[in-house]
Every structure is written in C-alpha cells, then in structure tokens.
C-alpha cells in the first residue's frame, strides 16, 4: 500500500496529515500489518487534550495491544466512531477511512521534523532487515 | 511455526476454516520421547506409571491419552499425550518449551526401571490436520482406513508414500483431527505439506500458525503450559481430576495430591466472558466487586468463533459460581465480566446415523 506524499509519519507507525491548525492522525499500514486483525479501538473523547509522544488510545488484534501516540499536541475535535463497529476498516483502509481522530493543534512546532512518505518507507525497509537478520 | 500466514488471510481466517473446514499446524517443535521396556516386559509400563498421573495400564495397542508429568508437590512438569505403540512401547508427546526439562525428568526418574528412554523429538516432523473436513483430507493421503480409528487413538499406514507413518486422532484445537509424523528431513517434509495442501484444496484448507492454535485450544479450554498448568499449579486446581487417577498406584505427585485433596482448593480455574468492552489479556489482574485482587487471567483473547472476549483465570471457589460478576483491570480501569460454563465452544458430535428399522 502506497503511503501519501502529503503525510508525515513516526517511528511509532502513525500518520498525520496537517491542513492549518487541523490534523488527522491514524496508524499505518505497516502498523495494522504487524498487528494482524483489529478487533477493538479505544479512542479519547472529543475535548480530550493530547501530548504530542504520549499514548492517547490503544488498538487491539486478537493476539496483541498496541498503544498509540500523539505525533503532535492538541485537542480532539472529533473521533471515528464507525471504528467501535467496524475496528477491521484499519486492516483494510489504514490511510484513509480508518482515520482515528481529528484534532486542533495548539503547537504545529515539531511536526516538520517527523519523517514524510520515502523517509517513512525506507524506515520500515531497515527495520524489516534487523528482523529477518 | 509462525504466528499467522499472511498467505492463509490472517488469524481469523485460520481459525475460522479448523472450525468449519479444514487447517494444517506444522508443530514439529513438539517433543517425543518413546520409552521401550528392558531384557523384561513390563518395564516400560511401570516407568510410564510412575512418572505420568493417568493410568496407562488401560491403553491398548493403539490407543492414546492425555496425561501429565508431576513434581513430588503435585504441581505440573508437563502435559503430554501417551501412545501405546506396543506390548512394550510407549511414545510420550511433550510440549516443545519444556522438552530439555522433560527429557531430562523422564531419564533422571526412569533410571530404577527396566526401560530404554530415546528421544526422539529431531527425528519427526508432525503435522496436524484439523477441522470437521481433516480426515476426508487425510484419508485422501493413506492407505490406513481411518473410519475405523476413534478419537485418542492411532494407526500406522502408508502417508504420501511414506511407509508406517503414525496417523493419531488426537489435536489441541477441540476439532476432530489427525496429527502425522514423518521423517524430519527438509524434502520429506515439504513433499507432505504440499501435498496436505493439495489434498485439502477442495476444502479451503489453509496453513494455521501459533496465534490460532492458542485461540482454538483457549476456546476449548485446553491448558497451555506456563500459564493454565505450571510448578506452581497443581491438578485439582487447574480441573484436570479426571486424567489424574490416585486408584491406579503410587506415582510421582501422588502423596502431594493426597494431602492436597484433603486439604481443599484455595482457588480453581474459571472462564470468564466479558461483559463491558474490553480484552482481558494474560496476566491481567481480576477482582471482586469490592474491588480486592482475586486472581490473575491465565490466558485472555477475542474469540473469534464467538465474537465475545473470553478469559480463563483462577479465582478462590467463592467466585466460581456460574454467573457471578467479576472485574478485569484493564490499563487501570476494572471492565465487568461474569463467570460462564466452560468449555466456551465445544464441537457438535455428527448426528447418529438414522436406524434401519
């Protein structure tokens, strides 16, 4: 699966994309790949404050927990609630439908400096060599 | 064995075709261990008895059954599946994460009886085919007539060409099935999985990893080591009293039992189903609705024959009770959850076949 050129990416497999003060964050394919299949989204609630590092949800397959964290700090404005029902929508279409949350940045410092689209992938290429080593 | 093949569909999947299909487990990781009796017969029986819990004197020739290995406390070296292979012949199946211990308790507790303990464990390779469509897709791959073989029981046959291969109905999914075991070499190996696969075709057969085989036999209820069964467990708690048997004659862990069934359990193994959303996972903490600790989750997972998340975990007898209310802590929040009957699943038997009046 291609990663968009417009997002920015983290070592901790997340993605956001940034439009003014407004960003959308989700986890990438990569992400759901190690996973395996989702079956359960714990997300904050809308108003919720989140730290850009710290761990704001988990996501969950039948066989592991995964936490996943801020790229950025701001406040939750909105949340995918189609994933309570639907937690395999992050298998299928992780950049897109399975968006977790939106959220208003209160400081856009620091996300220029998270890896784009070929920094991301030749991330994921290196670590798939140290695990196959 | 990996954890799921991306190639199957995922963990779901793989789980999903054992239950209604048909899937095949390489666990060559498994160990085997085959003792034979001396210059005299009976040896090899008197040391089977002495160091497992159930009473292989009731096994005839070709016939299997679940057992255990105990310490002097009572409490779990291993689970195994012994196989009379013999007059005087034993094969004893052993879970591959112990297997240095096992093997090494066999020959330290065997050395006063009459018997050759061999390890075998490089030797094989074991697959096991499971599903309600397992034995048309093995059958498709023997000469042996497997109609005739029973649950816990085994033959040898003729296996892709492979002469007196051990075809044993036995599994550790809850499905009907067949494990096999052939020569360990890479191309023997590979020719009988492919052709397993090819067999299975037509049904949908797909290769199955760890992560399914631990939700079939969680779904099932079968202890895995280390977490349901371990050296601090012993076997009225952990609910397995009726592979134990204390009436066939003294055997390691007898003594301990004794005193330990007289004494009462302090806790006892529950399935539990939760009732808010939330996973219980391994190790996780339980609790009552006073909020005190009771007991910590053994083994916890989504299941994907129920669509439920379900837990087994050992609590004091006070909460065993079918439908009591317990507690998960889940990331520091306590998530409601009750006790249900186990096994959580358990397979249909085939209807009889209609009488001929």
Request: hydrophobic share 40%; proline share 4%; charged share 25%.
């Amino acid at each position: 699966m291609a990663y968009p050129k417009s997002y920015r990416y983290t070592k901790e497999h997340e993605w956001i994309e940034v439009k003014g003060d407004l960003a959308t964050i989700g986890i990438t394919d990569h992400a759901q790949h190690e996973l395996g299949d989702v079956v359960f989204v714990e997300l904050p609630k809308p108003g919720a404050k989140i730290e850009a590092g710290k761990s704001f949800g988990t996501v969950e397959s039948v066989k592991a927990v995964s936490e996943i964290y801020a790229p950025a700090s701001g406040e939750v404005i909105e949340i995918n609630g189609e994933l309570q029902n639907k937690p395999e929508t992050i298998n299928n279409d992780p950049h897109g439908a399975a968006w977790l949350i939106k959220v208003r940045l209160t400081n856009a410092k620091g996300i220029s400096d998270l890896m784009d689209a070929p920094a991301y992938e030749a991330y994921i290429a290196e670590k798939g060599k140290e695990t196959s080593a | 064995m990996p954890v799921e093949y991306p190639s199957s569909g995922g963990l779901i999947v793989e789980h999903k075709a054992v239950r209604g299909s048909v899937g095949v487990f390489d666990v060559s990781h498994m160990g085997d261990i085959r003792i034979r009796s001396g210059k005299k017969p009976g040896g090899a029986l008197a040391a089977v008895q002495h160091i497992t819990m159930n009473d292989a004197s009731k096994l005839a020739i070709g016939q299997a059954q679940y057992s255990a290995m105990l310490y002097p406390q009572g409490t779990f070296v291993d689970d195994l599946i012994v196989h009379r292979l013999g007059e005087d012949d034993y094969l004893l199946v052993i879970n591959a994460g112990t297997r240095e211990k096992d093997i090494y308790w066999v020959r330290e507790n065997t050395k006063a009886f009459d018997c050759v303990v061999e390890e075998l464990s490089d030797a094989y390779t074991q697959l096991a085919i499971q599903g309600p469509r397992a034995a048309e897709v093995v059958q498709k791959l023997t000469d042996a007539d497997l109609s005739g073989v029973k649950n816990y029981w085994f033959t040898h046959g003729t296996v892709c060409a492979l002469k007196n291969t051990l075809i044993a109905r036995t599994g550790y999914t809850g499905e009907d099935g067949f494990e096999i075991y052939v020569p360990s070499d890479e191309p023997t190996s590979e020719k009988v999985w492919n052709q397993v696969m090819e067999a299975g075709r037509g049904f949908g057969i797909v290769p199955c990893g760890l992560g399914a085989r631990n939700t079939l036999r969680l779904e099932s209820k079968m202890a895995l080591y280390g977490h349901e069964i371990s050296d601090k467990i012993n076997v009225w708690e952990a609910g397995l009293d009726r592979y134990c048997k204390l009436e066939k004659g003294n055997f390691i862990g007898r003594g301990a039992l004794e005193r330990a069934k007289a004494a009462g359990v302090t806790r006892t193994l529950v399935g539990l189903e939760m009732i808010d959303r939330g996973i219980a996972r391994d190790e996780y903490s339980c609790c009552n609705e006073a909020g005190e600790k009771i007991g910590v989750v053994t083994s916890g997972s989504p299941s994907p024959t129920l669509g439920k998340n379900i837990a087994l975990v050992y609590v004091p007898p006070a909460y065993s009770a079918l439908g009591t209310i317990l507690y998960v802590e889940i990331r520091g929040q306590k998530y409601k959850a009750q006790v249900v009957a186990t096994p959580f699943y358990k397979r249909q038997k085939k209807a009889a076949a209609p009488r001929l009046a």
